[in-house]
Structures are given as structure tokens and as C-alpha cells.
């Protein structure tokens, strides 16, 4: 690509929900006809576009409409969630054309998950019956923290023994594939961004309702990553004053109160869940939340209960995030949601107005993501594709 005039036209397509005559791009982006003109045959020769139907019912001549073409660039996107894999083909219009899911392997081996994703990658694209000539680069969405120089993963909670893994060069050394890393929760947001419908525009936090919280933000459509990749921690964030201790110290804090983990040991506890005590791997916090969920569906008071707390405790610390971002809009998403999807929506909107500051001047929406449960995996394949068509520079994306 390497031409910052081709983006800017490849992207003001890509953003126009209908496609654009050569006259409006020339309006929209600033460039003389000429430019447009031979750029557009650029593109089309490269098949990233094409013409697709005449437009205008005025004088003159009527204008050919450009569009992106679906099959003219594809991007793989994985994201690596401790209880599960989640890989998918994206399109270059941001569809899903396949995608797979599996377990993540047990134990505190990276290799053999870093493999798992390798070997899942390729009967993928197999599967997809996609040119791999096409295929723009692989995106990966990790739990955080992320070093951005070294593309590793450090110290994830619940990944055990994931010390300083380098995730970005293995994947790129095992696929062969241009490679790049970021936060699960960054890759929601980027989602929404470009799959999410109206639910991803303007100003908005992600609610990230994961193995652990946390959140992306959106500002203003842009993407806010921070100085090093890990904006969006929010754990620590006091929910609950007089609730459990913390690992940093404090008590009470959205990590050590109302993530899935602590949900799940509250209902053993109670003896809600038969059967003992679980491991706290991914895949058994995963599991045990299910069935919690389910206990709570067939009425379960004790379960009910335990939810509808998390809901409020969830609430409070959205509560500070909103205010201090002035967003308009609250989008929950990630791998628990679906679970808890209906009960969260009809205790936080009331929740989150009650404390906020904004109240009285705007409301704060609070909707489910317009993405589905891939949310995360379609978000890193968008990175790939960001990367490819965006204009802008994207400096703070780990490149392999
Ligand atoms: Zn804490």
C-alpha cells in the first residue's frame, strides 16, 4: 500500500455507507479530480474496489458509484481468552466469512497455546477456501498488560505462567503472517468501530466483560490506546468498600468483588454450585459462571442475588469511567456477556443515570455490542485492516 493518498480515498470510501462517485471523494478528502481519478484506477486494478452501478437523476452525466470490494483483501484476527480461542476471516468490508472456536489448552504451557492458535490458523484459511496471496496479516487480540516494544503479553491474570510471552514474533514465525498485538478490550473497540452499527460512533467506553473487566474507550471516533497500549485498566477501581481485600492492598476493588472469578467462588461458597470447589483456570471459571447463570434462570434467589450485586457494583465503577470521559454511550461486550446480558441491561441504565454527573445535561445509553460474542477476534482482524486502509499513523499497534 505505502501511499497516504490511496488510504485517504480507500478509508472515505470504507466509511460511506454507500459507496461514492468520484466527484463526492474528490469533495470529501480535498484532492484534485486528476488524483482521484487516477488513484481510483490504482485501486481497481488492485480489485480493492470496484464500480459498482451509476447514480444521479439531475443534469449531466450520471456518476459511477465506487465501493470497496468484499474479496479484494482478507485479514485473520484471533483472540486469545483464557477460557477460550476465538479465530476468524474477515472480509475487507468487515465481514465474518469463517470463523472457529476452541478451548484454550490447559496448564501453564504458552507454546502449546501458541501452537494451538498456529495449527487452528491454517485449517482456517483451508476452510475458508480464501487466496492466502490475499490475506493482509493476522491481528491478535491478548489480555493485558502488553509491551508494545517487545509485542509480549505480561503477566496476564488467570494465564498462568505467561511471565513474558512473546506472542506477536511466535504467531508471526508459526503463520508466516504479518503479525500484530493488542489488548482484548482495545480490539472490542476497534469492533464496534468498524462493525458495530451506530452503537460504534461518537464517544463511547467498551465494556469488556471478560475473564477479567475492563474497558475501551472511544473518543470522538478514534480509538484511545494511551501511552503504551494499556488504557482501559480498571480493576482497581473501589466498588465496594467494605468488600473483599484486594491484591493491591485495598478492599473492595471491581477485580476482588465482581469479576466472574469472584462470582463463581461466592456460589460455591453458598453452596449454589454442587459439586465443591472448582480449579480457577479459564475454562472451569467459564464453566462454573454458566452454571451459576443457569441457577439464577430457573430462580435460584441465592443466584439471583449474586448477579444483580455484580450488576450494581459493575454499574458503580462504569459510573467513574463515564464521568470521567463524558461519553455518550456505554457498549457491554466480550465473552461472559451473553450470560448476563439481560439482567445487566435492566439494572444499569437506572444504575449508571443515578450517578451521573452529565444527568441533566445528556443521557448515557447502555447498550449490548452490535459485534456479537466474536467481538474480540473480528476486533484484531480489524487492526489488520485499520492498518492496511487508515490513514492515519498507527504507531502504537505492535508490528511483527
Ligand atoms: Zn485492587
Redesign the pocket.
Known sequence: MGDFNLTVILDAIRRSSGGLSRVELAQIVGLSPQTISNISRRLLDQRLIVEAGKEGSGPGKPRTILRLNPAGMYALGVHVDPAVITSVVLDLVGDVVKHSRIPTPAGSNPQRVIAAIADEIKGLIEDSGVDPGKIAGLGVAAPGPIDLDEGTVVDPPLLVGWDRVYLRDALAEATGLETLVDKDVTSAAVAETWAGGASGTGSFVFMYMGTGIGCGIVLNDEVVRGTSGNAGEI??IIVDPDGPP???G?RG?V??SCIPQVLVAEAEEQGILDGGRKGTEGPEVQEGFARLCDAADSGDERAIAIIDKSAVLVARAVAVVTNTLDVERVVFGGPFWARMSERYLERIPALLAANSAANSIHGIEVVGTGVGEDVGAIGAACLVLEHTLAPRAQRLLLEG
Open positions: 480493576g482497581h484486594c491484591d493491591c485495598l476493588c477485580k476482588s
